[in-house]
């Protein structure tokens, strides 16, 4: 076995393990739903945002983020910066709640995507 099909093998059944790191997650990105994908996901911290110009934005604060999946489960599509992408993110009205992230930085790592994330949290 190779170092490249090592690390391969490390990434599906270590780091994206569900029953250790990872949890079973939707994802959408460009119109595509990706169901129950593992996904790594680190909220890091909330911070106000900018005071705004009208009132209408109080007590919403900036969720920063890191999402770590396998690029072959996004069928080998890598998210572009700037891009949205939707996050599973608990239950909402009886359904899955999908958080809108905004993908900051976008790096494929040997097959290990890691992508750094903002959105709008209240």
């Not at 997650?25 to 106000?48: E, H, N, W």
């Not at 359904?95 to 750094?116: P, W």
Request: aromatic share 8%; hydrophobic share 45%.
């Amino acid at each position: 076995m190779s170092f490249l099909d090592q690390v391969a093998a490390d990434n599906a059944n270590v780091f994206m393990n569900d029953a250790e790191f990872a949890a079973p997650l939707d994802v959408k990105y460009d119109g595509v739903i990706y169901a129950g994908i593992p996904v790594v996901l680190t909220r890091l911290k909330q911070s106000k945002l900018p005071v705004p110009v009208t009132d209408r934005t109080e007590g919403l604060r900036k969720l920063s983020a890191t999402a770590h999946f396998l690029l072959s489960d996004l069928g080998g599509v890598k998210p572009e910066e700037g891009a949205w992408i939707f996050i599973e993110d608990g239950t909402a009205l009886g359904g899955k709640f999908m958080r809108r992230y905004k993908v900051v930085t976008s790096a494929d790592n040997m097959g290990m995507l890691a992508l750094e994330l903002e959105a709008v949290a209240d």
